[in-house]
């Protein structure tokens, strides 16, 4: 009976796609709440400013690990997240990820100004959040990107580490 359970449970693990997600926000308790909220998706790693992410997002990429979603806090400490945006951008276009291949990227900002929003878009962002961010706008929007939950949460991410 136990392994019974137990091949299950190792073939529901296989057949669910575990995304591996960048959540960038200079605030602790949002990255918190955040990564909550998103280990529904997938394995959430951290970064607390926007030359982390970028660092973090290249090396993750050279090691063939690319991040399949980074949720970007559009105004960080360091740098916009724009600027960031742009930078994970290019970096895939320097290592040649096709367009199709590329990270899908959410925008998280109680920024509501349409010019900013465009601004995002026109850089290359996949979706646009309103915070504070609720569960249903969150799987709303990734499902939109077809992204769906994962019938079996991630592990917390208390173990991933978070630079602040």
């Not at 960048?22 to 926007?50: N, S, T, W």
């Not at 899908?104 to 010019?115: R, S």
Request: aromatic share 6%; with cysteine.
């Amino acid at each position: 009976m136990v392994l019974y359970i137990f091949t299950i449970w190792i073939i529901q693990l296989k057949s669910e796609a575990m995304l591996k997600i960048l959540i960038v926000d200079d605030e602790k308790i949002i990255r918190k709440a955040m990564g909550q909220m998103f280990k529904k998706y997938g394995e959430c790693k951290f970064a607390d400013c926007g030359q982390t992410a970028i660092d973090g997002f290249k090396a993750g990429l050279e090691k063939g690990e690319a991040f399949d979603l980074v949720v970007l806090d559009i105004a960080l400490e360091d740098k916009s997240g724009l600027e960031v945006l742009k930078a994970i951008r290019s970096i895939e276009g320097a290592s040649a990820v096709k367009k199709a291949d590329r990270s899908k990227i959410i925008m998280a900002t109680g920024n509501q100004k349409l010019k900013m929003v465009k601004a995002c878009i026109d850089a290359g962002c996949d979706n646009y959040i309103l915070k504070p961010l609720k569960s249903a706008d969150v799987a709303q929007a990734l499902e939109k990107m077809g992204i769906p939950a994962l019938e079996t949460p991630a592990p917390d991410g208390s173990d991933s580490p978070d630079p602040a």
